[in-house]
């Protein structure tokens, strides 16, 4: 009697878990049917002649940047303008949380029509033919690339020239941010050249002032800090070590990277920088209790908030030598391009949700622009007035990025490379010897 | 009782659902992660069968030993720290002098109840380098000792594991101190009879009479601490470097940052493994028999 009831048991327990790996399993049709010379083709030929879009109500799943007031008002003004030109079409919002939500739905057929990629997850995606092509859609050029600013459009696109994702925002310059009464009353110059930085650092480390508020919990400001010295002496930065293109130790590279490093040692950054995060730098910034920031210009409205008149920028980084502030003065890091509204390949709207991601992408800067007043916005923005006035440091930036010169920061866009490359600059920060440095980036640069 | 025991019907009605519960939440997940270990695979693409390369990439990979060396380090300061601080606590507690029972009873406990994120918040503030209380303390008693307790690669796998100590020591206290409580008194009053000292009564007595329940609290320790991931994750994101790495740190590293789920898979093998190895030995050698009083 006992042996049977084990026996029905086990049959039992042998028969859900064949049901339930049979359920969970990957169907193979979906992959054979999202094979890549026969989706984009097809869109192709769909955009150029020009598919008039149904005008019945649709309604299409939004996946955006959508918790905080500053995400929501541009994201709102742009579905207030899309409102207008497609009033058939109804957005059904979910809220980022993080891109791995994408890649289990990607892997369970479940993605969004319209979603929020960085450029890590558009790679990724875009190889795995899970987002459309947008380069040849007639509405992608009509509502969103005819609009954009100058030299926009080759940041945007991936090395073969596809567009995968239409960027919401700009170009996010990278910049140093300081605070102008610290200097002052300090008797501290702002410096221009790395010498004035070196002593700029000395001073405020020997008055126990933190000279940079460095979040190097999050290893990419490490690399920005560090692009911001290699920029002035190859102008071609540090993506060239996620390209292959050059090694760190490379001439052009090592002297930038030594004299960076060496400022780290001299106390550049606060003790316990690389458990730092974002928030906490930013509070050592705007208490007052740090000179420098090292931030994006969507730092601008909070910076103004808390220091009011004190904040300004550096207009060029002061990391050039001295006597050749001239050299590559214009090369900045910069966030954008390469991540934006991406389109899913399986949607079943592909035109009128290829039609409705342009024009989100193209309102939402306008949105930025207009209602925000950001400036880190790529479409162009001339004719176009802002609902409020500009600060003076906004001013100051619309004024100086005419000249810079964009250096998109994608050397943290690749995993493979950003990921063990982060762990070497936070290994620098917390004393790796630079020798050590030079051998193991440049073991991860890939061989040209 | 007997009736419901040759009931087959209801054992299987009762059971099965926890059973297949079971089966799916971790039986599968288990078999497929084994599965998945054999293939290179980003989660999207068509996964191709490698065998086990992954396992010989492991074997090269310094990041590996890094995080093996951490779990050990984690898993052994944890059971010392948490059944040693727990034990002596409870030893006193067991006390019937001791004034204040009941507070310093809930006391011990409340890191528990504490989520880890307000947990690591709370020492993260602490350990700040700059403006942390530690520090401070060490500059108001004008030591020089002062560290850069989650910025240096050596120390900062230490300092979390403190972390993770303090909060569960009070899981683990009133683990033991329940144990202790079963101990008949009569046991205690005759070694009092003889002359025994506090101190060697719990050694000859009180510790070997508690061997299964500190089998378990072993077993809750070196798991807890092989598989630790929240506090580095939020303390120091693994760094510096991948100086606060542990095999679950380096299984999502390689899963869910690098893309290679096939690779995080065959470390999410070793670290079953690992466990299982573990929970072996503790039960081969500790308690095997059952002890009764």
Known sequence: MRKEFVKAISICLALTMILVLAACGKSST???????SSSTPQATEEATTATPIAQEPVTLKLYAQYSVDDEKGSLDYA????????PNVTLDIEPFVSSDVLKVRASTGDLPDIMAADPGLVSVFSKNNEILNLKDYADVKSAFLDKLAPGVIPNIEDKDGNLYALSTGGNLWHLWFYNKEIFAQNGVKVPTNNDELTAAVKAFTAKNIVPIAMYGQAAWSIGSYMDSFVLRTNPGGLIELATGKSKA????????????????????????????????????????KAAMLIVGDWEIPDGVKALGDKLDFMPYYPTALAGKEEE?????????????????????????????????????????????????????????????????????????????????HTVFADPKFATPFGEQLQSLVAGEPLTDFFAKVDKLSPAQ | MKHFRSNKKAIFLLTFPALFIFSVVVIYPLLQTFYRSFFEWNGLSQPRYIFLE????LLHDDIFYTSLYNGAIFALILTVFQLGIGSVLAFILLENKVFGKKILRTSYFIPVVLSVTVVCQLWLTMYNAQF??????????????????????NLSIIAITVVA????????????YAGMKTIPEHIYEAAKLDGASK???????????????????????????????????????????????????????SAFVMNEIGYGSASAVVLILECFVVTLIINRFIARERITY
Not at chain 2, 54 to 57: F, G, I, L, T, V
Request: glycine share 10%; with cysteine; net charge positive.
């Open chain 2, 165 to 176: 100590s303090w909060q569960f020591m009070g899981y683990q206290f009133a683990i033991i």
């Open chain 1, 249 to 288: 130790s490379d001439p052009q590279n090592k002297d930038a990277i030594t004299r960076a490093a060496e400022l780290i040692k001299l106390g550049a950054f606060q003790k316990g920088s690389t458990s730092t995060t974002y928030d906490q730098a930013r509070e050592l910034f705007h208490s007052g």
């Open chain 1, 79 to 86: 579905i207030e303008a899309l409102k207008k030109e497609l």
């Open chain 2, 132 to 153: 942390g209380l530690i520090n401070k303390i060490f500059e108001l008693l004008h030591f020089t000792y002062r560290q850069d307790w989650l910025g240096d690669t």
């Open chain 2, 54 to 57: 992954n396992y010989k990439s």
């Open chain 2, 199 to 253: 101190v060697k009564t719990h050694l000859k007595i009180t510790i070997p009479l508690m061997a299964e329940t500190y089998r378990i609290c072993l077993i809750f320790a070196l798991i807890g601490g092989l598989t630790a991931y929240g506090y580095m994750n939020i303390m120091t994101g693994g760094g510096p470097g991948t100086s606060t790495y542990t095999l679950t740190y380096q299984m999502i590293r």
């Open chain 1, 328 to 408: 590559n003065k214009n090369q900045l890091v910069a966030f954008g391009g390469g991540g934006g509204y991406a389109v899913s390949a399986k949607t079943k709207n592909k035109d009128l949700a290829v039609k409705v991601a342009a024009m989100l992408a193209y309102y939402q800067g306008e949105g930025r622009y207009v209602r925000q007043g950001h400036t880190d916005v790529n479409i162009n923005t001339d004719g176009l007035k802002t609902e409020k006035p500009l600060d003076p440091v906004t001013e100051k930036l619309i004024k100086l990025k005419r000249d810079y010169i964009y250096h998109a």
């Open chain 1, 30 to 36: 979906p992959t054979a049917s999202t094979n890549p």
